[in-house]
């Protein structure tokens, strides 16, 4: 049997998220609410630590937003290990404030045999829906290669 890619990119998540010092700082309480295969999106609550000294969401943040989202988008097909960065770009649209709530949409335009290239949309919910954009990036990875990383853990 089979899990679907909600399942998988969660797993992937909760298998992986006390790896990094940064991901448990900044994303422990990223709530993952949909995939399918080569999408991800995800909502995050803005707290006073995930922003700068003006009070508005720290660059390093959305750049971390960006190197997790990718990797989620890349896990939604049957990846478990979503490989190392290459390239990251963010560009910043506008802000956000602790309190805020963010959503994060990640599409895997393509996943080859040893590198996935993945754009990444970040704005605020506004009245439970995506409003205006905070951030737009895009990670590339080079994937690793082993056949095992790629068969879903059920």
Sequence with gaps: MSISELEHVR?????????????????????????TRGQMQARLDLTPDHVNSRGTIHGAVSASIMDWAGGMAIATHGYEKTGASVDIHVSYLSTAHAGDTLNINAV????????????????????G????????????????????NREPKN
Excluded: C
């Excluded at 045999?113 to 704005?123: E, L």
């Design 11 to 35: 797993g992937v998540w909760g298998r992986t998220k006390n790896d990094s010092a940064i991901y448990r700082l900044l994303l422990s309480d990223v709530q993952i609410v949909s995939a």
């Design 108 to 127: 895997a335009d393509r996943v080859g045999k040893s590198m996935a290239f993945t754009t990444i949309k970040i704005s605020r919910l506004v009245d």
């Design 129 to 148: 829906e995506p409003g205006p954009l905070v951030a737009t990036g895009s990670h590339t990875k080079f994937l690793p290669v082993s056949k095992e």
